[in-house]
């Protein structure tokens, strides 16, 4: 069930079962961006941030288990379908999460998390025997994520809220840190160096997705203008821009540092920087709907702004960390390198700037177009100076 060492070396690609289960995550990050669309607030969006973990977190179960452990047999075909249905009941349960039906969210995680650890175990029994035996790192998986599903589980049955929240809290954290705490094991048994990276950059590619269906959405609750219709195709070059600089940013490099040398700091910063990145561009989806959808002629609420600017801010600083980090350090191309990711992070602070400097004369079309303008720039500095870019 493991793949060897020279598989591990080979191109690989996902698999169409797993592009079916990438379909399942497409509704729940709909029904996270209708969560927060609903409401712009603080606290909303704390909320938002919140439910971004458990849903993110149990794609990423299910994609490392599958980069590693590659297999196609019945018993995971069906097993990956309960997660499929797992993950659907997630999608049908957030927006009662932090109300009175909060435990059908609370069980439909636990759920998924169990189908995985099920998962796992079937590994265990068949890796008993083997040489090279993955059974240390899989068992300290089994343990964990079986600790932090069964909070999760007691959770649901849980009336009182404040205890609630400290039971999911305690549960996430034993999540994450459960691989945290793997050390030298992931050097030994690493992620495939070229499924990861395509298979995070496909979540990417989910949440950038659900921006377009924002621009689409929110043009069909305003009357079509010259106003409006500009507005739709900044929201539009700002998505491409952030798809632009996002796949010239990432690399293979801190997996490739992780089989090669055993240093696991790179790799986890490039794997939990992904999260702030997705969670950001789902944001921008919704903030450029609510521009879209918005009265053309006044300005901007406030929340509205500063949605907007920063989760497109939070994007490029999470991108400039991609970026620099996917750099060899011994090229001679390290140095001019670096400006890419500065460029990125002055480029956020502009963009965080704008709720300051222009909260009376936030129109969205002036929002809009400065945006679009500091991304444009970004990309302009990128063909200027990136060696693999060629403008003509």
């Known amino acids: 069930m493991t793949t060897s060492n020279n598989d591990n070396e080979k191109e690989r690609h996902a ?41 993110w977190w149990s794609w990423i ?65 068949t890796n008993t ?18 600790i932090a599903a069964i909070i999760w589980l007691i959770s649901a049955f849980v009336p009182f809220i404040e205890i609630r929240f400290a039971l999911w809290v305690i549960g996430l954290t034993i999540d994450f840190a459960t691989p945290i705490t793997a050390g030298k094991l992931h050097s030994k048994f690493a992620p495939h160096i070229s499924h990861l990276p395509e298979r995070m950059g496909l979540f990417t590619l989910i949440v950038l997705g659900e921006s377009i269906v924002g621009i689409v959405s929110g043009m069909t609750e305003q009357v079509w203008d010259v106003y409006s219709v500009i507005n739709a195709s900044l929201g539009l070059c700002i998505c491409f821009s952030l798809w632009w ?32 990145l997705v969670v950001a561009i789902t944001a921008v989806g919704v903030g450029i709907r609510r521009i879209v959808s918005s009265d053309q002629h006044s300005a901007l609420a406030n929340s509205d702004l500063w949605l907007i600017c920063g989760s497109v801010a939070i994007s490029l600083i999470s991108q400039s960390i991609l970026h620099l980090i996917s750099i060899d350090r011994e090229n001679h191309d390290f140095t001019p390198r670096k400006k890419f990711a500065i460029s990125r992070i002055v480029s956020a602070i ?17 929002i809009s177009s400065l945006i679009t303008g500091i991304c444009g720039f970004q990309i302009v500095f990128d063909l200027k100076y990136h060696p693999h870019h060629r403008i003509f």
């Open 61 to 125: 179960g299910t994609a490392f288990f599958a980069t590693r452990f590659y297999t196609d047999d019945i018993g995971h075909r069906l097993l990956l379908l309960l997660q499929m249905g797992g993950a659907g009941a997630m999608a049908v349960n957030i927006s009662g999460a932090f109300s009175n039906t909060f435990s059908g969210f609370a069980i439909s995680y636990a759920f998924m998390r169990f189908i995985l650890i099920v998962e796992y175990i079937r590994v265990f029994r």
């Open 15 to 55: 698999t169409w079962l797993e592009l079916f289960f990438d379909l399942v995550f497409v509704v729940i990050i709909s029904q996270l961006s209708h969560f927060l669309l609903h409401e712009v607030s603080l606290l909303r969006f704390l909320e938002f941030l919140f439910l971004f973990i458990p849903v």
């Open 129 to 146: 025997k083997s040489s090279e035996s993955v059974n240390p790192l899989v068992k300290r998986y089994i343990i964990g994520f079986s």
């Open 350 to 366: 502009v963009i965080i700037s704008i709720p300051i400097l222009l909260i009376n004369y936030s129109i969205p079309i002036v």
């Open 245 to 276: 600089l996002y796949f010239d940013s990432t690399g293979r490099l801190p997996i490739q540092i992780l089989r090669e040398k055993g240093e696991i700091s790179l790799y986890l910063i490039w794997l939990y920087t992904h999260f702030p």
